[in-house]
C-alpha cells in the first residue's frame, strides 16, 4: 500500500508535461502537422531553469512568492487526491473543501503576483481570471456534492474510493451529467480553447497568460509545471469517475487510470482542433451551463 | 431498458437546457430535431410487455416523422429563407433563462411525486414533461424572432406528447394522429405567419409588430 502510495505521488511529480505533449501532438495531429515531440515541455521546463529571472524595480516580495506558492499549494492538492483507485495520501472528512480552495489559493496568489507588477495589463488579466473562476467554483463544488451525494463519504478519498463502482450503479446519469460538467470546468480552469488559449498572445482576449507575461526564468518553469500539474489532477479526477469504477485489482487499475489520464489529454486536444474559441461574453453562458448540468444532477441524486 | 429509459429523459432535459441557452438557430432546431427523435423512441421503450405493439409503432413512427424530420426540415428552410443565423437579444437574456429552466426543471422533479396522476410507467415521466413545457413556455415568451418563438412552441408541445404518454394506454390512436396533425398544421401556418412577418419588415423580429406605423 505505501508502494503504491509511492508510486502515485512519483506519478503526480513526473507525468504532468507529457499531458500537455500529448495536447500539443493531438492538436498537431489535427492540423495535420508532425508536432513536437512528447516531451517537449520536460525539455521547455528544463531549459527555463537553467535560465536567469530579471526582476522589475517595481515588484516586491509578493511577485517572487507567487508561482513558489502557486505551485506549492497544486501540489499540496494532489496528495488530497486518491489516484487509480487507491487511498489518498492525506484524507479527511471534508477534504474536498480544501482541495477547491488550494486551487483557489494558487490563483489567487497568481493574481496578486500580476496586480504586483504595477502594469494594467496585467491588472485586467487577473480581473478576467478571477471573473471566470468565481463562475467555474460553483460548478466545482457541485460536482463534488453529486460525487460525495453519490458515494456516501465526504472526503476525496472516499468519494474517488472503491464506493464509486456502487454508486455507478445506482446513479449512473447523474455521474455522467457531473463528468460532463467537470470536463468543462476543467477546460476553463486550465485555461484551455473554448474559454482561453494557452497559445494566443493577443491583448485582446488573453486571459490567463496575461497574469504570468512579466515572469521569466525558473519563475516561469515553475508556473507552467503548475498549471501543468493542475490539467493532471483534473485528468485524474475525470479517469477515476469515468474510466474505473468498477475495476478491482491494482494493476489494472493502475493501468486503466494511466490510459484514462492520457485520454482525457487527447480528448482536451480534439476539443482545442475541433471548437473555436468563445467570445469573451460567452464564457459566463458556458460555466453556468456547467453548473446548470450539475445541479440537475444533484437534483436526480436527491429525488 | 431501464437504464436506457432513464438516459432518454434525462436527454430530453437536457436537450430543453441547452435550447434554452444556444443563440443559433441552426443548433437549436438540430437539437430539437433530436428530441423529436428520442421522443419518437420513447413509447417503444415504454411499451408494457406482451402487450401488442402496433400502436406504440404508429405512434413513435409518427412522432418520429413529424417532429424529427418534417417539422425540422421546414425550419431550416425558414431560416435559410430569411437568412437569419440567431438570436441576438433576447427579452430575457441567454443566462438568466438557462438559470430559470434549471429551477423550473429542480422544482419539476422534485414536487411532481406530489401530483395527483394515474401511476407513471416510469419515475422521471412526468417531472420530464413538466420541465420540458416550462422550458418551451418560456423560450416563447423570452424570445424575440419568430423561428425561436415556433421552436419554443415545438418545445412545449413535446412536452405535452410526454406528458400524453402517461394515458397512452387509454388513449386511442385517432386522438394521438390528430395531435401529432394539428400540430403539423400549427406549424405549417406558423411558417407561413413568418413569411409574411419577414416580407412585411425584412426580418423575423416579431418585436416589429408592436411598433406603430403610420
Do not use: C
Not at chain 1, 515531440?37 to 526582476?55: E, T
Not at chain 1, 490567463?208 to 525558473?218: F, K, T
Not at chain 1, 516561469?220 to 479526477?237: N, S, T
Amino acid at each position: 500500500m505505501l508502494l503504491r502510495t509511492a508510486y502515485h505521488l512519483a506519478a503526480l511529480l513526473v507525468l504532468p508535461p507529457l499531458l500537455l505533449g500529448v495536447v500539443n501532438r493531438t492538436k498537431a495531429f489535427f492540423a495535420g502537422r508532425a508536432g513536437p515531440p512528447l516531451v517537449q515541455p520536460y525539455l521547455d521546463l528544463w531549459k527555463l531553469l537553467r535560465k536567469g529571472a530579471v526582476y522589475s524595480r517595481t515588484t516586491s516580495w509578493v511577485f517572487r512568492a507567487g508561482p513558489v506558492i502557486g505551485l506549492a499549494s497544486i501540489a499540496s492538492a494532489g496528495l488530497l487526491l486518491a489516484m487509480g483507485g487507491a487511498p489518498a495520501a492525506i484524507s479527511f472528512a471534508g477534504d474536498f473543501v480544501l482541495f477547491a480552495y488550494l486551487l483557489g489559493l494558487a490563483r489567487f496568489v497568481t493574481a496578486l503576483a500580476a496586480l504586483d507588477t504595477g502594469s494594467a495589463f496585467e491588472g485586467m488579466g487577473a480581473a478576467r481570471e478571477v471573473t471566470f473562476a468565481s463562475l467555474a467554483e460553483p460548478a466545482v463544488f457541485l460536482v463534488l456534492l453529486v460525487l460525495a451525494r453519490a458515494t456516501a463519504s465526504l472526503s476525496l478519498g472516499g468519494m474517488l474510493g472503491p464506493q464509486l463502482g456502487a454508486a455507478w450503479a445506482g446513479a449512473a446519469p447523474a455521474l455522467l451529467l457531473a463528468a460532463i460538467s467537470l470536463f468543462v470546468v476543467a477546460l476553463a480552469e486550465n485555461a484551455r480553447i473554448p474559454v482561453d488559449d494557452p497559445n494566443t498572445h493577443l491583448e485582446l482576449t488573453m486571459i490567463h497568460e496575461v497574469m504570468v507575461l512579466d515572469h521569466g526564468g525558473p519563475d516561469l518553469a515553475l508556473i507552467q509545471y503548475g498549471a501543468a500539474l493542475k490539467l493532471f489532477l483534473f485528468g485524474a479526477i475525470l479517469s477515476r469517475i469515468v474510466f474505473l469504477p468498477g475495476v478491482t485489482g491494482a494493476l489494472a487499475q493502475e493501468a486503466l487510470f494511466l490510459l484514462g489520464v492520457l485520454a482525457f489529454a487527447v480528448g482536451v486536444g480534439v476539443v482545442e482542433s475541433a471548437m473555436a474559441r468563445l467570445r469573451m461574453v460567452r464564457i459566463p453562458q458556458l460555466l453556468v451551463g456547467a453548473s446548470v448540468l450539475s445541479a440537475f444532477a444533484i437534483v436526480l441524486l436527491l429525488r | 431498458m431501464a437504464s436506457l429509459l432513464e438516459l432518454a429523459f434525462i436527454l430530453v432535459v437536457v436537450i430543453d437546457l441547452f435550447v434554452l441557452a444556444s443563440s443559433r438557430m441552426g443548433a437549436a432546431i438540430r437539437v430539437v430535431a433530436m428530441q423529436g427523435v428520442v421522443l419518437g423512441a420513447l413509447p417503444l421503450l415504454l411499451a408494457p410487455p406482451g402487450h401488442p405493439l402496433g400502436h406504440y409503432v404508429l405512434l413513435a413512427g409518427g412522432a418520429l416523422a413529424i417532429k424529427g424530420v418534417l417539422i425540422p426540415w421546414l425550419m431550416f428552410r425558414a431560416i435559410r429563407e430569411a437568412s437569419i443565423r440567431r438570436e441576438m437579444d433576447p427579452v430575457v437574456g441567454f443566462v438568466p433563462s438557462m438559470v430559470l429552466g434549471g429551477i423550473g426543471v429542480a422544482l419539476a422533479f422534485a414536487f411532481s411525486g406530489r401530483l395527483p396522476l394515474p401511476e407513471p410507467a416510469h419515475p422521471f415521466l412526468v417531472p420530464t414533461a413538466l420541465s420540458t413545457a416550462w422550458a418551451g413556455m418560456l423560450l416563447v415568451v423570452s424570445r424575440r424572432k419568430a423561428v425561436n418563438q415556433v421552436l419554443g412552441f415545438l418545445v412545449l408541445e413535446n412536452g405535452v406528447f410526454v406528458f400524453g404518454l402517461l394515458l397512452s394506454g387509454f388513449m386511442p390512436m385517432m386522438v394521438e394522429a390528430g395531435v401529432l396533425l394539428d400540430l403539423f398544421a400549427a406549424v405549417f401556418v406558423m411558417g407561413i405567419v413568418m413569411f409574411h412577418i419577414n416580407r412585411e419588415f425584412s426580418s423575423l423580429d416579431t418585436e416589429k409588430l408592436s411598433a406603430l406605423k403610420d
